[in-house]
Every structure is written in C-alpha cells, then in structure tokens.
C-alpha cells in the first residue's frame, strides 16, 4: 500500500521553463511534507518542506504547493537550469505517529533539456 | 565540516555471509535511520534510533540487525537472512526536539551479493 505516490516516473522540461513536479498522499495523519533531490550513487539532498499549516513555502526557485484537501502536493521549479536534471522524491512524515521516519515515493526524474 | 559518512561505497559479498556497513555522523544529531533503496523505488526504511542504547524496526527490517551504542553511530548488519540484500543502502540523521526537521542523508553504500 503505497501511500505517497509519484505517478510520473520522468519528465522532460526545456531550461528556462517552468518544472513542476506532483505528489499524491493517502494518509491524512501526515502533517510534514518534503522534497528531496538525488543525483545518482550520492545521497538526497533536502530541498524544501512545508508542514500542514500552510499551503505555500518558497525557496529562491523552489516552491513548494500543498493542497489538504485533495491530498496533493507539488514542487515548482522556475527557471529550471540544466543542474536541476535529478530523481526527485517526495516524502512525508506523520509526527504523531507511533514510527519515526519519512514515508517516500518512487521518485520522478526530471530531465532539463537545452 | 559536518556530515554523515558512510564506508564503504562499494561492498561486494558472497552469499551466506553477513556484511556490516558503516555509518558515522558529526552532526550531534540524536536519530539516525538506514533506508534502502532498489532501481525504480522509493526508499524504504530498515531500522531506526532516537537515542543512544534504542532502536526500532522500520517497515522492512527482516534479515537486518543493528546497534546504537554511541551518538555518533549506527552500523547496519545484513545477514544472511536477508533475501535479497543487494541494493543501495543510505543512511540519515536528524536532529529531534520538534517533529519538523529533515533528514539528512550520506552518500550511500552499494552492496552487492553474489
């Protein structure tokens, strides 16, 4: 039972444009949402997170968007510039669960073109 | 400069053996966490501590053991009852004292069992 899905495993956008990366959650007990990049045989990097009572967090060219209600998120990257080209992964945590840890999806390898 | 360090990057074992692998953190962080990952998943995590002498099962901790017996360490065994112990292995801190604070991860090792 996956319960935060990536369902476009990559995607191609030219530099310069807009990136936009979507996530989907199935529980509602998460209250901590995050986006990870990860090149490949190296570690993810922490990009940016948002907690449930917000709706919006921005970073420099990084946003991130957060809807409760339909259970969705997703990572906004403008303008996307050729070291963007990654695997990026969402990941979610419920804090007052009992397990400790993040919950994270497949993953969606974003390819930026010239 | 602080960070987590994992050794090696690359480990190559013959089936039947247990195999441990080293994760070393300077961050002051009190929770660490190894997560696993195989080609086109997610990561999944395998064990994790909040504090030093504890530790818990994550959601695939079947054929892994490990030991928190300082801050700065959590080694990882694979023993020879994982069924399928090739994969990457990445290893996290974090620092507690509020729910909403990312992991950080090290660079991974990739473990290959022939």
């Known amino acids: 039972d996956q319960q935060v899905k990536q369902n476009s495993p990559s995607l191609s956008v030219q530099e310069g444009r807009i990136s936009i990366l979507n996530c989907d959650y199935t529980n509602s007990m998460f209250d901590y949402f995050l986006w990870y990049k990860k090149y490949p045989a190296e570690g993810p990097t922490f990009l940016i997170s948002i907690s449930s009572i917000k709706d919006k967090n921005e970073d420099g060219r990084f946003t991130v968007f957060l809807n409760k209600s339909a259970k969705h998120l997703s990572l906004h990257i403008v303008p996307s510039q050729p070291g963007d080209s990654a695997v990026y992964f969402c990941?979610?945590?419920?804090?007052?669960?009992?397990?400790?840890?993040?919950?994270f999806g497949k993953g969606t390898h974003l390819i930026i073109q010239p | 400069d602080g960070g987590i360090t994992q050794s090696p990057k690359y480990l190559f074992r013959k089936e039947g053996q247990n195999v441990t692998l080293s994760c070393e953190q300077n961050l002051n962080h009190d929770a660490m966490y190894w997560y696993r990952q195989d080609p086109g998943q997610g990561l999944r995590l395998i064990y994790y501590?909040?504090?030093?002498?504890?530790?818990q099962k994550g959601d695939i901790a079947e054929g892994y053991s490990v030991s928190r017996e300082k801050k700065e360490s959590f080694p990882l065994t694979v023993t020879s009852a994982q069924k399928n112990p090739t994969a990457f292995y990445l290893c996290a801190s974090r620092i507690t004292g509020g729910p909403h604070s990312p992991l950080h991860f090290g660079n991974g090792t990739r473990l290959t069992v022939t």
């Open positions: 501590s909040q504090i030093v002498n504890d530790f």
């Open positions: 990941a979610a945590r419920d804090s007052g669960g009992g397990a400790d840890g993040l919950t």
